[in-house]
Every structure is written in structure tokens, then in C-alpha cells.
T-cell receptor
Framework: DTAVSQTPKYLVTQMGNDKSIKCEQN?????MYWYKQDSKKFLKIMFS???????INETVPNRFSPKSPDKAHLNLHINSLELGDSAVYFC?????????FGAGTRLSVL | AQSVTQLGSHVSVSEGALVLLRCNYS??????LFWYVQYPNQGLQLLLK??????LVKGINGFEAEFKKSETSFHLTKPSAHMSDAAEYFC????????????FGQGTELSVKP
């Protein structure tokens, strides 16, 4: 069974649309994260939740809204998509300081 | 603020040769340091981590890294490269042992020639 799973794996959409990416972990971890990897492969933290509570919110546009219905799930909703949102989005979870990553969602905004 | 610099965005070695990927960090507190590997179209996988127990850290797939405080470095090495080592490697730093964000370097793409 996949430890951290993200859906969808690929997402192609038009500018201005709203889309969601889902993440689930079956590791029993309390903390989950969203990272963005740009076209130059640079990885940057976006959000972190601990036990459904937001603990890290980097400088991310308000169009991005994370939601954690329970500690095993952390979804990312993006409103009014822009060309610059094209990237690979990684979900991760951790207990202690080791983070386990999902396979990523490649978002292409046309 | 913490930061990580990886020297060389692309390293190419021959199969069987030594692999050396460089990482320097900046941190105002004792750092927790990590190396992750990303194979094409996959997520990141932990290779090894430094958490102050020992300066020489052994990881998976024959990789190891040495923490040198005086040089603020945490370089990754492997004595003999294998074709399957071709991937993107990321050095990362965290400021605490209880989770929190990882600050990543820019990544180094390792190519292995036959």
C-alpha cells in the first residue's frame, strides 16, 4: 500500500479554473505538508498542518487554500488558476523530522 | 534564517567512479540535515539524515555523508557509482527535531555514464 498518495497524478486545466488536489497518508502521522516544485526543480514549502491545525503558511497567494478534514488527509484547493501555478505539487507527512513524500501532482495551466 | 546551497546543478560521473555531491548550509541553531533523492517522475525518498548523533552518517544504497561544522558542509558521497544512481539529489535543512518545514537546496542532477 502506498504510504502517501496524491490524486490526480496529472492535471491539465485552463487559466481561471478552480481545481483540487487530494492527499492521503496511511502512516498514522500527525503532520502533513504541501510543497511546490517549480520548473527548475526548486522545492518550497507552502503549508503544514498538525492534527488538522494549520501551523505553517508560507507566502502563498490567497487563491491557495488547504483543507484537512482529518489528520490523514490534506487537500489543496486552488482558485482562479494562473499560468505561474504550473508546477509539481508534493504532499508529505511526518512524525518527528523525517518526511515521507507522495509521488506528486503535475499541474499544467494552459 | 536557514538556507542550503548545493554546488553544481549537474554532476556527471562514470559507472564505478566516486560520487561527490556538495552541500553547504547556513543555520543559526544546530541544524538537522537531510539528503533526499528524486527519481524521474517520482516523489522524494530519504537517503540519510544527520541529527547530531554521529558526524558520519550512512544511508541507503551505499551513500554516506559527513557533517563538518567548521566548514558548514554536509557533502554526499558514494565510493562507486551505479547506473541506477542517476537521479536528482536534494540537500535539506530543518531547524528542529519535531517536524517543521524543510528548506531545500537547488538540487543536483547526477548522470552516470556507462
Amino acid at each position: 500500500d502506498t504510504a502517501v498518495s496524491q490524486t490526480p497524478k496529472y492535471l491539465v486545466t485552463q487559466m481561471g479554473n478552480d481545481k483540487s488536489i487530494k492527499c492521503e497518508q496511511n502512516l498514522g502521522h500527525d503532520t502533513m505538508y504541501w510543497y511546490k516544485q517549480d520548473s527548475k526543480k526548486f522545492l518550497k514549502i507552502m503549508f503544514s498542518y498538525n492534527n488538522k491545525e494549520l501551523i505553517i503558511n508560507e507566502t502563498v497567494p490567497n487563491r491557495f487554500s488547504p483543507k484537512s478534514p482529518d489528520k490523514a488527509h490534506l487537500n489543496l484547493h486552488i482558485n482562479s488558476l494562473e499560468l505561474g501555478d504550473s508546477a509539481v505539487y508534493f504532499c508529505a507527512s511526518s512524525r518527528g523530522n523525517i518526511q515521507y513524500f507522495g509521488a506528486g501532482t503535475r499541474l499544467s495551466v494552459l | 534564517a536557514q538556507s542550503v546551497t548545493q554546488l553544481g546543478s549537474h554532476v556527471s560521473v562514470s559507472e564505478g567512479a566516486l560520487v561527490l555531491l556538495r552541500c553547504n548550509y547556513s543555520s543559526s541553531v544546530p541544524p538537522y540535515l537531510f539528503w533526499y533523492v528524486q527519481y524521474p517522475n517520482q516523489g522524494l525518498q530519504l537517503l540519510l539524515k544527520y541529527t547530531s548523533a554521529a558526524t558520519l552518517v550512512k544511508g541507503i544504497n551505499g551513500f554516506e555523508a559527513e557533517f563538518k561544522k567548521s566548514e558548514t558542509s554536509f557533502h554526499l558521497t558514494k565510493p562507486s557509482a551505479h547506473m541506477s544512481d542517476a537521479a536528482e539529489y536534494f540537500c535539506a535543512v530543518s531547524e528542529n527535531n519535531q517536524g517543521g518545514k524543510l528548506i531545500f537546496g537547488q538540487g543536483t542532477e547526477l548522470s552516470v555514464k556507462p
